[in-house]
């Protein structure tokens, strides 16, 4: 039978999880360039502010979109005062906006290191890891292991099998083929191996 094809679900799921995780920051930093490129300014009606801490919060409504933004000391006073607070919006999307001297946090920014942070350690623990809770058989060499071309095979030849893949492993008198998700440790039974290190190999024997 033909090997097993390598199974990449877990690898692919922290690739997914990072993607989700870093979506909204980057999508933020493409709309920050979108309105630093073809944003216009508007005048936005300041309907309500407050003070809350260190924040200083503006309710505002531009082009019938309305909003709320922390913006620095002096242009909160200058909003309240006038009534009315400068807005960059896209002509063609005014919900994407920012207001004139608005406060944006780095919260968003900092879990989204930490958590890249963490799923590149998982990542290098998956790959680091990845051969020690694979299924092993074990094969009793009948013939030496050969060079072959890539790729994994396990195949019954009548009461013997023929096995090739990368040598993962290399030990007195045996060694341990890579078949993607099977590993096969072969006895070489006083056989040779003429095959180094991560290169394809095969091998007739029998399986015990």
Same mark, same amino acid.
């Given at each position: 039978?033909?090997?097993?094809?390598?199974? *990449?679900?877990?690898?692919?799921? #922290?690739? =997914? &999880?990072?993607? %989700?995780?870093?979506?909204?920051? #980057?999508?933020?930093? *493409?709309?920050?360039?979108?309105?630093?490129?073809?944003?216009?300014?508007? &005048?936005? $009606?300041?309907?309500?502010?407050?003070?809350?801490?260190?924040?200083? %919060?503006?309710?505002?409504?531009?082009?019938?979109?309305?909003?709320?933004?922390?913006?620095?000391?002096?242009?909160?006073?200058?909003?309240?005062? $006038?009534? +009315? &607070?400068?807005?960059?919006?896209?002509?063609?999307?005014?919900?994407?906006?920012?207001?004139?001297?608005?406060?944006? /946090?780095?919260?968003?920014?900092?879990?989204?290191? &930490?958590?890249?942070?963490? %799923?590149?350690?998982?990542?290098?623990?998956? *790959?680091?890891?990845?051969?020690?809770?694979?299924?092993? %058989?074990?094969?009793?060499?009948?013939?030496?292991?050969?060079? @072959?071309?890539? /790729?994994?095979? =396990?195949?019954?030849?009548?009461?013997?099998?023929? #096995? @090739?893949?990368?040598?993962?492993?290399? /030990?007195?008198?045996?060694?341990?083929?890579?078949?993607?998700?099977?590993?096969? +440790?072969?006895?070489?039974?006083?056989?040779?191996?003429?095959?180094?290190? +991560?290169?394809?190999?095969?091998? $007739? /024997?029998?399986?015990?």
């Amino acid at each position: 039978m033909a090997a097993p094809r390598r199974r *990449w679900t877990p690898t692919l799921a #922290v690739v =997914l &999880v990072a993607a %989700l995780v870093n979506l909204p920051v #980057v999508h933020g930093l *493409w709309l920050d360039r979108r309105l630093a490129a073809d944003g216009v300014v508007r &005048v936005a $009606t300041v309907e309500a502010h407050r003070e809350r801490g260190d924040a200083h %919060l503006l309710q505002y409504v531009v082009e019938d979109f309305p909003g709320t933004a922390d913006v620095d000391p002096d242009v909160y006073e200058q909003a309240v005062r $006038t009534g +009315q &607070v400068a807005v960059r919006v896209l002509p063609d999307d005014p919900s994407v906006r920012r207001v004139e001297g608005e406060v944006r /946090g780095r919260l968003g920014l900092v879990l989204a290191l &930490v958590a890249d942070a963490a %799923l590149a350690l998982m990542l290098l623990l998956l *790959w680091r890891f990845r051969g020690r809770h694979r299924p092993q %058989l074990r094969l009793v060499a009948t013939g030496d292991v050969e060079r @072959c071309p890539p /790729g994994a095979r =396990l195949e019954p030849v009548g009461d013997q099998h023929v #096995v @090739c893949g990368d040598v993962l492993e290399i /030990g007195d008198g045996e060694l341990v083929l890579d078949l993607g998700d099977l590993r096969v +440790q072969v006895l070489l039974d006083g056989h040779v191996n003429q095959v180094g290190h +991560q290169q394809p190999a095969r091998v $007739t /024997g029998r399986l015990v």
